[in-house]
């Protein structure tokens, strides 16, 4: 394997670790640190990406004013989630489960009504460069940039501000925290609107990569999920590290194909094979096999498992 | 635990007996519906087994009835022509939903994964599915005679498709020694063989889920529920037993797939959304999660409801996503 070779498939390897982390830095606060099952999660994503969309195609701002937009018009969709439903339904696991799931529903057919069952796109003007003999997109790059500013943002924000002290006690021992003088469900209530709102960015930053379309945050909810459960306890850190293990898989496995299998098939060229490995959904299958095994050795996730040896 | 009463027997038998009577009081189109409502039916029951009794949330139970109907579809397309029958896709089908069930379980319980995560493990599993079947619409995605189909669903190629009738998924088709000709279970003007075939195997899929509850392996599992780490000081290895219970859900699953699959003659990746792996959970709580019996006559009436407002149609602007809306009566 050649140098560019391995430069780009370092790239790729950054890339897909830069998806995980903006997948799901959203959900480690609402399902790993708040314990909610949020199924609406992909939905958060959707409207993000929908609202960079409004932004750019109707309202004819600037692109980064769309994707400044994003956290803060899905934050507020969030906050109205967790007060108008979610509030009601804390320690109740499974109601929860199913009502964000309903939120989900909504959320997707409102978008439906709105703008319609097409896939559309959303243009930019950033180019290539060149990696010796391959060329990579430079957005990906600043895609790479804003998923680490806002893992270390979240970060500090947790570790070293009021807020941050006041979340945690909060999400450690509810009843304590209220004791202490913190006001419990306004502290909820911002942490799920700051989960919503990161994924809300995240979908605003992803919106100009894929299509978007209605539907579109299906394809990500499992792999959000997938990378908080193996991120463990130690949630922001768990899942920053999950994201680079599962993403590393992923890549490698969507760039390389393993082998392949004749089918037999009517192909035109002939002959029908399908390559296993090679493809983005082999990488999603691979990532979720792995993810399995990787739970049966380590059942806390990645970061119970330091947490033990420690 | 709650011994199945004469009460409970009753009701059985008076739920059993007006749906006996059905293929000669109505049209075969009521009879075609009612059929795939007993088939989620079918499968509200093995996700009530493990969740109502072990206390596992599975929320992708539809990944066993998808792989099952998969598998079914894949292997009676191509068998179909030559044997003339369905056993080997019975069989198949039934094989493959029961060995994906061991391996997730064995992963999942042998790892001790808890609660929440085993319903988003499973979740995960049924939607990278549905992103795994979704992708299958290339040329290259065949196996002998069956496309997969990425989004239109499955369906048979090759010089048999100049046949509407070779071109889609086989019914259940039986050609035991002894018998004169395969013999079809279909529903339409002349035959409600495919109704009884599907009622049958509901009535039998009851009875088996009491068996089994009734069964060491039940009461085991209703102690997990309640304690596991009591069960566990016991003595009992709960991991196995919890594996064997979803081991054996999971191949019911597989089985309301599979006759999913020969009542539709079509399976789609819908089968393995986030909206079907949902609607599951809901019967399974509304009709309550220990009642076996309540998830058959429910299932109807959510259905029903379901096809008045569909949320299908919202959501994917197809009106092909639920196949009883599409029924064209059988030759």
Known sequence: MSLDTLGIVALEILNSITILVLLALGLALIFGMMRIVNLAQGEFFTAGAFTVLTAVRYAHLPLWAGMLLAPLVVGAIGIAIERLIIRRLYGRPLDVMLATWGVSLLLIGLITVIFGAVTQGIPFALGNFQVGRYSYPEYRIVMTSVAASLMLGVYLLFRYTAFGRRARATIANPQMASAAGINTPRMFMLTFGLGAGLAGAAGAIMAPIVGVVPTMGVLYIARAFITVVVGGPVVLLGTLSSASVLGFIEALISRFSLFKIGTGGHCAPPPCEISIGGSAFFGQIALLIFAIVLLRLLPQGLSGFWRERE | ?331
């Open chain 2, 1 to 331: 635990m709650r011994r199945p009463s004469s009460t409970e027997a009753l009701a059985a038998l008076l739920l059993l007996l007006p749906l006996l009577a059905v293929p000669w009081a109505f049209k075969p189109y009521t009879a075609n519906v009612l059929a795939v409502y007993m088939i989620y039916g079918i499968l509200a029951l093995s996700l009530s087994l493990i969740w109502g009794y072990a206390g596992i949330m599975s929320f992708g139970q539809t990944a066993f009835f998808g792989i099952g109907a998969y598998a079914y579809g894949a292997i009676g397309l191509n068998l179909i022509h030559r044997t003339h029958q369905t056993h080997l896709a019975l069989l198949g089908g039934l094989l493959a939903a029961t060995l994906l069930a061991a391996v997730v379980g064995y992963f999942m319980f042998y790892g001790r994964i808890s609660d929440v995560y085993a319903s988003i493990i499973t979740m995960a599993l049924t939607l990278v599915l549905f992103a795994f079947a979704v992708s299958t619409g290339g040329d290259e995605w065949v196996i002998g005679v069956a496309r997969f189909g990425g989004f239109n669903g499955m369906f048979g190629q090759g010089e048999s498709s100049q046949n509407i009738a070779n071109f889609q998924i086989p019914p259940v088709t039986v050609w035991l020694p002894g018998m004169a000709a395969p013999f079809p279970f279909k529903i339409n003007r002349e035959s409600a063989a495919g109704y009884f075939l599907v009622l049958g195997v509901s009535g039998v899929m009851y009875v088996l889920a009491r068996a089994l509850l009734a069964s060491r392996l039940g009461r085991v599992a209703i102690g997990i529920r309640e304690n596991e780490a009591r069960v566990a000081s016991l003595g009992y290895d709960t991991r196995f037993y919890k594996l064997a219970l979803f081991t054996i859900a999971g191949a019911i699953a597989g089985l309301a797939g599979m006759l999913f699959a020969a009542w539709g003659r079509f399976v789609n990746p819908d089968r393995f959304g986030l909206g079907f792996a949902a609607s599951t959970v809901v019967y399974v709580l509304l009709g309550g999660r220990t009642t076996l019996l309540g998830q058959t006559p429910l299932d109807p009436v959510l259905q029903w409801r379901e096809q008045l407002i569909s949320t299908d149609d919202v959501t994917n602007g197809i009106a092909i996503e639920n196949p009883s809306r599409m029924y064209i009566p059988d030759e």
